[in-house]
């Protein structure tokens, strides 16, 4: 009697086990239905979102926030779509003022639909007087102003410890103009070596004008000084279009 219950108990068990291995799909089954509502939300990263969060678009993107490629250098450099942007390195000691500002390349459009760079870019220096001397106070309506070129920007950067003069004759080649507007700009080291002196003159015949400007820069504004126009000198000749811009 005792082995025929224990027969049976035996079987009721490995119905029960049969049972329990058929029924796993199922359970399985149900618990992946499940587990989605079950786990915490992932964090969705929207890169159109954030980037449009920004307020105002990065150079390379467009309107949403939606990255533009194959861009024309026209406006890559400002001229289609993109709004203006306004930057400059500044200098202000007591004897005068010093700002360099970028300015960037300009382009037409060739008949093949490519791009031409019609004017390099440049470096735009622009010095005032102190109103009165010691006081920080600047005479911009009289400032000076003259442009370099990545040549003669690489000639300071060359040599920065040498003396380096540059003479711009706006009306160079034209007759009965040429050398009505002169302006240069001359770069020297002090004789301590402790500072870099850039004067610039201005000469208008026409307007009767004749204004001079020397304004010194600090070895660590030299670096700064440096830098940025190492950075900037691929970009006012136009290169970085040749890797961002996709053939025609």
């Known amino acids: 009697m005792a082995s025929l219950l224990s027969c049976k108990s035996a079987g009721v068990a490995r119905s029960s086990l049969a049972a329990a291995r058929r029924a796993m ?6 618990l992946m239905q499940l587990a989605p509502q079950q786990q915490a939300p992932r964090r969705q990263f929207n890169t159109k979102v954030q ?17 533009q490629y194959g861009e024309p250098p026209a406006a890559a450099a400002g001229q289609v779509g993109s709004p203006p942007v306004f930057v400059d390195f500044s200098v202000y000691k007591k004897q005068g003022a010093l700002m360099v500002k970028p300015i960037k390349p300009t382009w037409a459009q060739t ?3 490519g791009w031409k760079m019609e004017r390099n870019g440049a470096m735009l220096f622009e ?6 001397p010691g006081e920080r106070r600047y005479n911009w309506d009289k400032k000076v102003m003259i442009g370099l070129q ?8 060359a040599e920065p410890d040498a003396n380096h003069d540059f003479y711009h004759d706006t009306f160079k080649g034209q007759q009965g103009r040429e050398g009505s507007l002169v302006k240069t700009l001359k770069w020297s080291k002090a004789p301590d070596g402790k500072a870099y002196f850039i004067n610039a ?4 015949t026409a307007n009767s004008i004749n204004n001079s400007v020397s304004v010194s820069m600090t070895p660590g504004e030299f ?5 940025l126009i190492k950075f900037a000198i691929p ?5 970085d279009t040749v890797f961002t811009t996709t053939s025609p």
């Open 111 to 113: 008949p093949n639909g």
């Open 25 to 30: 799909p199922a359970i399985g089954n149900r």
């Open 235 to 239: 970009y006012m000749l136009g290169w």
């Open 150 to 157: 990545a040549n003669e920007l690489s000639t300071i950067l």
């Open 223 to 227: 670096y700064t000084f440096e830098q």
């Open 127 to 132: 010095l005032a007087n102190a109103v009165s």
């Open 51 to 67: 980037v449009a969060n920004m307020g105002v678009m990065p150079p390379g993107y467009g309107a949403e926030g939606v990255p």
């Open 201 to 204: 003159t201005v000469k208008d």
